[in-house]
């Protein structure tokens, strides 16, 4: 069974998410719950939780973040993605903005699927908060990243958005090469970083906000 939230308003698609899983946990409290993004997917492992289930809970719950941002990852999901709709445990399905062909794909085989876009103005805005945050980034000013940073979390900027907008910036300049700010290993290190204070919030050895304000300070 498949619940799909997508669409360029990602931190209304998120919450909503959220909501549910929140909604399904205090429902099933036995429920075994499992959270697999593009960084931590592996195929086998989420064959398994299709088919799966706990020793004293009927069902899993599963949240599926954001796999269709990586090629390999989602074309593994989309594979899967009939055998998920025909799994008797709960998969939560979050995107950002994808194809129409993809996610008309996930749509045909989902129990409830909802779309949040921004419209034209706050795209722009959006666009605009994109751009300071990545360019404080490239200009390796840490004063103002962690200004924006803390803008945009007292705003309530999903963090998951925030981590994201610095990895793809940080990705993008080490492909490149570095530039006149980032020499390219250092840039190596900061990719790495951002990798382990996902996973280590994952885990539960730091909050995320914290973890990633630590982070950007003594980068």
């Known amino acids: 069974m498949i619940y799909f939230?997508?669409?360029t308003d990602t931190d209304k698609a998120r919450t909503k998410a959220h909501e549910l899983i929140d909604s399904l946990r205090k429902k099933k409290p036995d429920a075994a719950f499992f959270n697999i993004n593009a960084e931590n997917f592996n195929p086998a492992q989420l064959q398994e939780y299709i088919g799966g289930q706990g020793l004293f809970s009927s069902k899993y719950i599963v949240f599926l973040d954001?796999?269709?941002?990586?090629?390999?990852?989602?074309?593994?999901?989309i594979d899967l993605l009939k055998e998920i709709s025909e799994s008797e445990n709960i998969f939560i399905v979050l995107e950002?903005?994808?194809?129409?062909?993809?996610?008309?794909?996930?749509?045909?085989?989902?129990?409830k699927a909802v779309a949040f876009d921004l419209k034209e103005n706050e795209k722009k805005e959006e666009d605009s908060n994109v751009f300071e945050l990545a360019n404080a980034l490239g200009r390796k000013d840490k004063k103002e990243l962690w200004m924006l940073y803390r803008e945009?979390?007292?705003?309530?900027?999903?963090?998951?958005?925030?981590?994201?907008?610095?990895?793809?910036?940080a990705k993008t300049m080490l492909l490149a090469g570095g530039n006149g700010y980032w020499k390219q290993e250092e840039l190596l290190s900061f990719v790495d970083g951002l990798i382990t204070v996902y996973h280590e919030a994952r885990r539960g050895n730091h909050e995320f906000e914290t973890g990633l304000e630590a982070f950007l300070l003594n980068s």
């Not at 954001?66 to 999901?77: G, S, V, W």
């Not at 950002?96 to 749509?107: M, R, Y």
């Open 5 to 7: 939230f997508h669409g």
């Open 66 to 77: 954001r796999l269709c941002e990586k090629k390999e990852t989602k074309a593994d999901f």
């Open 96 to 111: 950002g903005k994808i194809d129409k062909t993809t996610s008309t794909k996930i749509e045909k085989k989902s129990e």
């Open 152 to 169: 945009y979390v007292d705003k309530g900027s999903a963090l998951e958005e925030l981590h994201g907008i610095l990895f793809w910036k």
